[in-house]
């Protein structure tokens, strides 16, 4: 079992040791929340590749003890300005892998920039070290890593590029092994040399955009040199007395917001925690939040997205009267991919971001970007080639995005900062830490460590399935599969569920950290 960390002036949160020792690392140099944020980001993108890289999207919160508000950046990346369903004639689905899924910008390192730029007390240099070292010198091989691998071994062995990196002398390596990435460390070098413009103008950048070229894909330097991510007004609600943050669309973090606006209309402290009345709750509350995600998300510069009404306290209540509580809402949903890192930093001067990065499906679009050893992610291949589609595919345009780190304020300052890896289960797994944390005062490493599940279509099959943990009692899966419920079992910590993490700032400012035991993390506090 995984022991709660406690601090007395800082908390990291992140799914990989190393991550999560190299944000610590930049706090104890006097760095803040910020640069050791930034930090951990990049660290992730060397020790979680299969998740996350510089080839991938991020989504940011962040509070600053001197602004004293919670503020959003947005670091996705849009499709290529010539990109239209037209290149995808007689196809009835953008390609899942392949250099013909790399249709948008990747986010990652602008995002760095800017919340360095904005808040941060160190140079892009200084902060990327720790990630160079670990590229350039290796690192022990995650057991998630080499289980990903090698479930992915045909998809990765499809190209030569990506497969001399990843399965090096043919093989999967080995857990524990020293991985080295040289060409991703020569990127980073060059990034933290010339900053965010090699990579969107310069020499990173169009050694991407010429392997792309010379593989068949679509994107352009002129798409790479237009990015610009942005400062955005983050989307509020509240629960019980609590303020809750997320990143507006295109991020489906709103959904985190609904759901818990609609449980809030019931007393969830007369509810026994684990019981089949509280999945059954939570489950069909987030139901009700997706059935609006599904209808309204994509970006919002090209259709109107009704937050208002969606964020409501009596659209919340309206849907609350929805509830069956002994029959299940019957409803369909498309599969999404769930390969993300999420990770928290909170410092000693009250400054906190909770930040969210993925390259969509585990290693992506598994094309690496030319001699530059950069990941390139698939989120495009999300866009829809249905003309009537509120998430079809356009010219610059940003996807339907299923990152959502979330932050909860309490008397305007952070109260829990907390997040997941997985699709779909990402509104899943932070409603129920949320509930945990709040309606039963679980400290966030038994909130992490509590069964879990996830609802929602799998890949590859026809039934929409609710897959429940074995720890979830054989009582309780009755009963729900009574109540309509298409219940799967699978094992007591699966990956599934992905890989959640969260840090809560009591009343007397001590940290509490929680960090997934069904991934390679750390929390790490002083």
Known sequence: MVPQVTGTQTMVVSPHSLASAAGARILQQGGNAFDAAVAVSACLAVVYPHMTGLGGDSFWLTYSNEDRKVRAYNASGRSGSRITASCFAGESAIPQRGPR????????????????????????????????????????????????????????AAYPQTAAIYLPGGKVPEQGSRFVQSALGSSLLQIADQCRDVFYSGSVGQEIVRSLKEQGGLLTLEDFARHRGEWVEPVKGSYRGIDLYQVPPNSQGFTGIMALQILEQFDLESIEHGSYEYYHLLVEALKLSFRDRDRYLTDPQFSSIPLDRL????????????????????????????????AAVVDSEGNAVSFIQ???FEFGSAVVGGDTGILLQNRGSFFSLE?????RLEPDKRTFHT???AMACRDGKPYILYGTQGGEGQPQTQTALLTRMVDYRMPPQIAVREPRWVWGRTWGEATQELRVEGRITAEVQQRLRLAGHAVYTVEDFARVMGHAHAIMIDDNGFLFGGTDPRSDGAAIGW
Request: hydrophobic share 40%.
């Open 101 to 156: 899924s790399v249709i948008t910008v990747p986010g990652m390192v602008d995002g760095w920039d800017a919340i360095l730029q904005e808040y941060g007390s160190k140079t892009l240099a200084e902060v990327l070290e720790p990630a160079i070292q670990y590229a350039l010198e290796g690192f022990p091989l995650s057991p998630d890593q080499h289980v990903n691998t090698a479930e992915r071994f045909d998809v990765l």
């Open 311 to 342: 964020l409501s306290k009596s659209y919340a209540a309206k849907l609350a009267a929805c509830i069956d509580m002994e029959r299940a809402l019957p409803m369909d949903t498309q599969p999404v991919g769930h390969d993300t890192a999420y």
């Open 358 to 360: 993925s390259l969509y």
């Open 387 to 391: 003309p009537s589609h509120v998430n």
């Open 403 to 405: 990152l959502m780190p």
